[in-house]
Nanobody, 128 residues
Framework: QVQMVESGGGLVQAGDSLRLACSTA????????VAWFRQTPGKEREFVAL????????HYADSVKGRFTISRDNAKNTATLQMNNLKPEDTAVYYC?????????????????????WGQGTQVTVSS
């Protein structure tokens, strides 16, 4: 089982920025669509953003569009989520996930069930 590792969470004020990172060992990363999800207590895991295997396509939840940016560096097996203008409603545990795909797969995999590799999550708390 491939383990993703997230980092970069923390406590910030509304309007601040945070940068989350996700990394893993092995070749699975460069052969996968990578996504970020988030979850708050009592709610289902929610799609945030994804990036295709070659970085050619990104897709965002409406709630974060224009504020969050996902990117990846396959040479370093790392993906990042730059979060700007954070709001209290962005408070959640953020998870990185990976799904093996072919090189030209630009599908919108926005369901948590689409992903087979997950990290343990990193807490993001935004105070008002």
């Amino acid at each position: 089982q491939v383990q993703m590792v997230e980092s970069g969470g923390g406590l910030v004020q509304a309007g601040d920025s945070l940068r989350l990172a996700c990394s893993t060992a092995g070749r699975i990363f460069s052969r996968s669509t990578v996504a970020w999800f988030r979850q708050t207590p009592g709610k289902e895991r929610e799609f945030v953003a994804l990036i295709s295997r070659n970085g050619g396509m990104t897709h965002y939840a409406d709630s974060v569009k224009g504020r969050f940016t996902i990117s990846r560096d396959n040479a370093k097996n790392t993906a990042t989520l730059q979060m700007n203008n954070l709001k209290p409603e962005d408070t959640a545990v953020y998870y990185c996930a990976a799904k093996s795909t072919i090189l030209t797969d630009y599908s919108y995999y926005i369901s948590s069930g689409d992903y087979s590799h997950w990290g343990q999550g990193t807490q993001v708390t935004v105070s008002s």
